[in-house]
């Protein structure tokens, strides 16, 4: 077989090799040059099966209602069946699936929006609002068909391809021996980024799978740190990339910082030399209840998994975040209502207020399998307000006095921490900390959040800067309140791992980080050969700086120009306004010969039409 070399860029680090997996389910819905499904009759018979679960799910929908006597509502809905089971609707389908040799939710998407589009036109109100429903139903219909996209198969040792990245697919893959992924879509601030990087996955993202076409099981090479893939690579190519090496552990006083761990598997701890380490900074605990398919993980459950953590950590300091879902953390097994935007929703402590056992249930496991700790914190997640706080602190109080009253062992002294991720908790962070007994700050929200900018949004991911002087004097007003309170504050985010802002939180007085322990190999060797007042100097220059591309020039001089390969997006990149299109979602789309191009808006796609002509 061939060789391939492809550029691409790295979202998470490392470099792996494994056989190249891109099963069906994998590949992406739409796309230019995307092969036609090899039976359409399947697609057809695929569309037809959805389509009669969507038909159950609406008609238990107005069963529930009709029980209600919610007649008219009911009446919505039994409209919608109409629509589904209408015979036009359904042919016009199938049609579409012949004629372009599309997927079955392409399909739905185009035949929907082109009969929505003429509700849209109608001067009738009433008329007009039926696009809406027509938009209802595509909705439910791709919902149905997703899990058929988004359905993770690997094996040990497989490089994974597909078009989006999703947390539950890396926790499941760091359990399978996925060695790699090839994306998409996607940003190196994404959760998805944050486990690969804490379970040493690299991840890569290229233009588009296609260019992956028939090299399924092919053995493949993902180099994150150059930024290249190769397909069958030479004898000559594997022997010049050796297994990376160990970090050299270095001892806690010849460092400038006190360096935590951030984990999201307590079996990333075993064979862990602490040497040169504080304990663990965090421990995300979302991994048990995104695996469970079915409901919470008990207390019992729980308590199993924290006991192995304390029993790997030893007599080390160990911080345990409260369980933190909602988001870009979704369960299988719950909804969170109605989200515009998840990541203004339901998170967290937001959580906890409808569902409080979640958090009690927790923390009682956490205290039960920590009933010998001497040096155990237990950290509130999403610490946005000093009311937020004072509801969870009430809650920790309802889990306490339920252990004393069953009279069994516990831990009965621990440390209560914040963590800071809002602007909100960074004003109100002298009171936040009159209640706590250390902060961290989560800057991975807290830039997303001060910005206003989503960072696992590929349009804007150029305005999620973590080292604009913004954030920086964000974080010394944080450590100046946190001096004032006798209070530690550690950085937890991934900023805190970054070879090329270390030096600038050095410079800032941050005494505590915590990184992944990927990580380590790379922050070691760089803590010890920092020159404090050169850091010093660095972070006030940066301070008085106006701009990120200041400071950025300002690291450049340190480090060396970072060597950021264009990765080249041109097939779900709108070809007139050239903002990046998700295919899966657009319904305005033109074919020309045999490629398919996607555009944002009905404007953009007449723009282009007319350059046709």
């Known amino acids: 077989m061939a060789q391939d070399k492809l550029n691409c860029k790295a979202i998470a680090p490392g470099v792996e ?56 509502e009911a009446g919505i809905l039994r409209a919608h069946v109409s629509i589904l089971k209408d015979q036009m609707f359904q042919e016009r389908v199938h049609e579409f699936i012949h004629q372009c040799q599309n997927k079955a939710e392409d399909a739905v998407e185009h035949v929907t929006e082109e009969m929505a589009s003429l509700f849209d036109k109608s001067d009738d109100p009433v008329f007009s609002q039926r696009g809406a429903d027509f938009r209802d139903l595509a909705n439910r219909l791709k919902d149905r068909m997703l899990p058929y996209n988004q359905k993770l198969q690997a094996a040990d040792g497989d490089v994974v391809a597909l078009p989006e990245l999703f947390p539950s697919q890396v926790i499941k893959a760091s359990r399978q021996g996925v060695r790699a992924f090839i994306i998409e879509t996607g940003t190196p601030f994404a959760h998805s980024a944050i486990l690969a ?40 190519e594997l022997a010049g990339l050796a297994d990376s090496p160990a970090y050299v552990p270095v001892p806690k006083e010849n460092l400038p910082v006190r360096l935590w761990l951030n984990i999201t598997d307590p079996a990333q701890l075993r064979g862990i030399n602490w ?35 304390f029993s790997l950590c030893g007599h080390q300091p160990v911080t345990v975040r409260l369980v933190e879902v909602g988001g870009d953390k979704p369960l299988e097994h719950m909804t969170m209502g109605p989200e515009e935007n998840p990541q203004l929703g339901l998170r967290g402590p937001r959580l906890y207020h409808y569902h409080p056992e979640i958090m009690t249930t927790q923390l009682r496991a956490v205290l039960r399998a920590g009933s010998s700790l001497t040096d155990l914190r237990i950290m509130l997640p999403f610490t946005e307000s000093v009311e937020v706080l004072d509801f969870m602190i009430r809650l920790r109080d309802q889990a306490l006095e339920s252990l004393w009253k069953e009279g069994v062992d516990f831990c009965e002294q621990f440390q209560t921490g914040i963590l800071i991720e809002t602007p909100a908790a960074v004003r109100s962070a002298g009171k936040l900390l009159a209640s706590a007994d250390f902060c961290c700050v989560g800057t991975n929200d807290l830039v997303q959040y001060l910005f206003a900018v989503d960072r696992n949004n590929p349009n804007v991911e150029f305005m999620y800067q973590p080292h604009h002087p913004i954030i920086l004097r964000v974080l010394r007003e944080l450590l100046e309140k946190a001096q004032k309170a006798g209070k530690t504050l ?25 990184v992944n322990v990927g990580a380590l190999q790379k922050i070691m060797p760089l803590l010890t050969e920092l020159d404090v007042e050169e850091c010093i100097n660095m972070s006030e220059t940066a301070l008085e700086a106006e701009t990120a591309e200041e400071v950025g020039e300002m690291l450049d001089q340190r480090h060396g120009t970072v060597d950021r390969k264009q990765v080249d997006h041109s097939g779900f990149i709108d070809p007139v306004c050239k903002m990046r299109v998700d295919a899966e979602e657009a319904p305005f789309n033109q074919k020309v010969g045999n490629r398919r191009y996607y555009f944002c808006s009905r404007h953009c796609r007449d723009i282009f039409v007319r350059t046709l002509q």
């Open 17 to 72: 090799k494994g056989r190249l997996n891109l099963s069906d389910q994998h590949m992406p819905k739409k796309g230019p040059d995307c092969p036609p499904p090899r039976e359409l009759a399947d697609e057809i018979d695929r569309f037809q099966e959805n389509l009669e679960k969507v038909c159950d799910d609406i008609q238990k929908d107005i069963e529930h209602l009709d029980e209600q006597k919610k007649f008219s």
């Open 197 to 236: 990087k804490s379970f040493q996955i690299p991840v890569v993202l290229v233009d588009t799978l296609t260019v992956l076409k028939g090299r399924d099981g092919a053995f493949t090479l993902v180099d994150a740190t150059n930024e290249h893939l190769l397909i069958e690579p030479s004898e000559d």
């Open 275 to 309: 040497t040169g380490i504080e304990g663990v900074g965090m421990y995300r605990t979302e991994m048990p209840f995104i695996q469970k398919q079915h409901n919470f993980p008990t207390e019992k459950e729980q308590r199993d998994i924290y006991k192995e953590l």
């Open 490 to 514: 550690t950085i937890c985010g991934e900023i805190a791992g970054d070879p090329r802002i270390i030096p600038l939180l050095v410079g800032l007085g941050i005494e505590d980080i915590s």
